[in-house]
């Protein structure tokens, strides 16, 4: 340890082999509500399961528009909003 003889700020730094943190994702945003249908191949098939989506594209062939039914409406502009801050 060093000698401190004047009153300063000093830093001591210590190198010591810590393990690299890969940056990762903070977390997933997952969008829950009422939409047009839920179908991906077959009638039903998505209803009730998470479909991760990657645009507002995606969202509008598996889960509708607004406009097909009121109920929707809300939920996709949810889903466009986010996906117009992301781009």
């Known amino acids: 340890m060093a000698k401190y ?3 300063r700020v000093y830093t001591d730094e ?3 082999n810590l393990p690299v943190i890969e940056e ?3 977390g997933i945003p997952a969008f829950i509500g009422y939409t047009t249908r839920a179908t991906q191949e077959a009638d039903n098939d998505l209803l009730q399961v998470p479909k991760l989506i990657r645009s507002e594209a995606d969202y509008a062939q598996f889960y509708g528009m607004p406009g097909e039914t009121s109920a929707c409406a809300v939920m ?3 889903v466009k909003l986010y996906f117009k801050k992301r781009g």
């Open 76 to 78: 996709h502009e949810g």
């Open 24 to 26: 990762l994702p903070a």
């Open 5 to 7: 003889t004047t009153p």
């Open 14 to 16: 210590s190198h010591f």
